[in-house]
């Protein structure tokens, strides 16, 4: 049973950083892009960043460039999401997801929810003003 595992969330004010981790217990896990995406009370989830199966590339949501980082760790199966400069619009519940597809050919954008093959659980975020 494939589990993606969240963790780091909290209570933060505004202009404050926050690093979560994602640990997925996924076979061939360094053959993944993976990805974070946010979800606000009455909101659609939104992608927020993606990573490339080696970590070289990465994608960003508009909203988030600049003050977000996305990186990872094939040896321990783990994926990082640091977010500095925090806003209270980016109180949400954060969801780490493995993309399906190809990780060699063009990424497909806009990345969106249904691109993912597995979705962790969320840890909720909130950012106090």
């Known amino acids: 049973q494939v589990q993606l595992v969240e963790s780091g969330g909290g209570l933060v004010q505004a202009g404050g950083s926050l690093s979560l981790s994602c640990t997925a217990s996924l076979r061939s896990f360094n053959t993944y892009r993976m990805a974070w995406f946010r979800q606000a009370l009455g909101k659609e989830r939104e992608f927020v960043a993606a990573?490339?199966?080696?970590?070289?590339?990465?994608r960003y949501a508009d909203s988030v460039t600049g003050r977000f980082t996305t990186s990872r760790d094939n040896a321990k199966n783990t994926i990082f999401l640091h977010m500095t400069s925090l806003k209270p619009e980016d109180t949400a519940v954060y969801y780490c997801?493995?993309?399906?597809?190809?990780?060699?050919?063009?990424?497909?954008?806009?990345?969106?929810?249904?691109?993912?093959?597995?979705w962790g659980q969320g840890t909720q975020v909130t950012v106090s003003p």
């Open positions: 990573i490339s199966w080696n970590g070289e590339t990465t």
């Open positions: 997801a493995a993309l399906s597809g190809d990780p060699n050919l063009v990424w497909r954008e806009p990345i969106n929810g249904g691109q993912v093959r597995y």
